[in-house]
């Protein structure tokens, strides 16, 4: 069930993003006075045809869904009737053709700026920003954060909530090395924090994640589990919801940070375990998996603690824009996310940052599901950021994508004509070429992660 939840969101998110980034296409080249012969999402043969018009475009779906095009009157592309001749793509002046190409990318940008509009207007209820337990070692800690303190702005932007405080510092880290953090102390006060990362970290980011530092305030909380991830190991030792766990290998326990300390030093070791369920007690044997920590290896089990009503009244905040600064704010956030894309493609050509930042179609469909099960809103957000980096990918110019003829079009304006077609030929060829190569590296990047 959890492998049909993560293809079928996959192939959801899939559709939307190829079909607005195609109907980008179709849509301005119509508007322009281009005819347009076909819309496919999918390659190969069709599984659905129809058409308005005897003459008109023909709509498929076809087999392969890992695409889309859009096909037009194009006289390199085959004969074309006089009567179509002016509606010919390849007779369109220069700025014509140059709209029509760069419409799909822009399409992705606008869906991404449409669904970061209503993710703001519609709000999240969040926890406010409160730090927990502050390790030393870490850049946290190297900037002077202290348990208890309250993230109220990163470089000047308002963050009420742990989910905003957090994505945002990571997105101005990636970008700058150097972010600066309001705090609140927990007596009350007002201070500047200055985190300062090294560039050898900002190139790898899953050490950055590791070595960040922060960890939300926890509650004094009961050892009461109030769920369990799906495989893990608290799943399969048999651990349930409404569980008190009373003891680990003999020692009593008394709160949930008592129980979390004791997993995380023990990974891949066997705990016995003593839980009270429906007044009777149960023995189980728990193996927390290994994860990175930033300081080595730690232990983890995948359950999590029930929080009273009243803990979660005094931590949960409500985030919520109006109409115009929700637009501002889809705006800002598309901008900066393109920038970033941008930002780490450019260090991982110039080999300052790892290619194993790639993320092929396994990675994808896996954030999918993800963010799926987390709820609407969640996928909403994950759908807006994947429609950010397609824009941004078909922008690059390679030869084949939409940034390649771009590419092609501005020299062409720039010699008075286009390309020998032999040239443009050889060109499109290196960029298959190109492209071939970087999606069968993702896809063993995935293949690496997924049995690592």
Known sequence: MSLIHTVFYFLVALALLIAVHEFGHFWVARKLGVKVLR???????????????????????????????VRMVDEREGPVA?????????????????????A??????????????????????????VLGPVEAGTFAAEAGFEPEDEILAVDG??????????????????????????????????????????????????????????????????????????????????MKSGDLLLSADGVALRSWRQWVDIVRARPGQSIGLVVERDGVHVSLEV???????????????????????????????EYRLGVLPALGAAVERTGDYAWLSLKMIGRMLIGKATVENLSGPISIAQYA?????????????????ISVSLGV???????????????????????GGPLSEKTQMLA???????????MALAFMLDIQRLFS
């Open 157 to 238: 932007n308002p963050t009420p909530t742990w989910g905003l405080a957090i994505g945002r510092i990571f997105e101005r880290v990636m970008d700058e090395g150097v972010v600066e953090v309001d705090v609140k102390t927990s007596d009350g006060g007002r201070v500047i924090r200055t985190l300062n990362i090294p560039s050898d970290v900002l190139n790898t980011p899953e050490v950055l994640g590791d070595r960040l530092g922060f960890q939300p305030w926890e509650p004094e909380l009961p050892p009461v589990v109030e769920r369990t991830e799906p495989g893990s190991p608290a799943e399969k030792a048999g």
């Open 393 to 415: 990918l078909n922008l690059l110019p390679v030869p084949v994508l939409d940034g390649g003829h771009l590419m092609f079009y501005l020299i062409e304006a720039v010699k």
């Open 104 to 129: 799909g990318p822009i399409f992705n940008f606008l869906l991404a700026v449409l669904l970061y509009w209503g993710v703001f207007m519609a709000g999240e209820t969040g926890m406010r920003p």
């Open 369 to 385: 599901g993800q963010s799926a099960k987390l709820g609407l809103l969640h996928f909403v957000k994950f759908l807006a950021l």
């Open 82 to 102: 006089p009567a179509d001749l002016p509606f010919a793509f390849n007779r369109q002046r220069l700025p014509v053709r140059f709209a029509i190409v760069a």
């Open 428 to 438: 499109q060829q290196m960029g298959l070429f190109i492209l071939i190569a970087l």
């Open 39 to 69: 819309f496919s999402l999918g390659f190969g043969t069709p599984l659905l045809s129809w058409r308005r018009k005897p003459d008109g475009t023909e709509f498929t779906l076809a087999a392969i869904p890992i695409g889309g095009y």
């Open 287 to 317: 193996r927390p998996e290994s994860v990175n920590g930033p300081k080595g290896p730690v232990g983890r089990i995948g359950a999590a603690a029930r929080i009273p009503d009243s803990v979660l009244a005094a931590m949960e905040v």
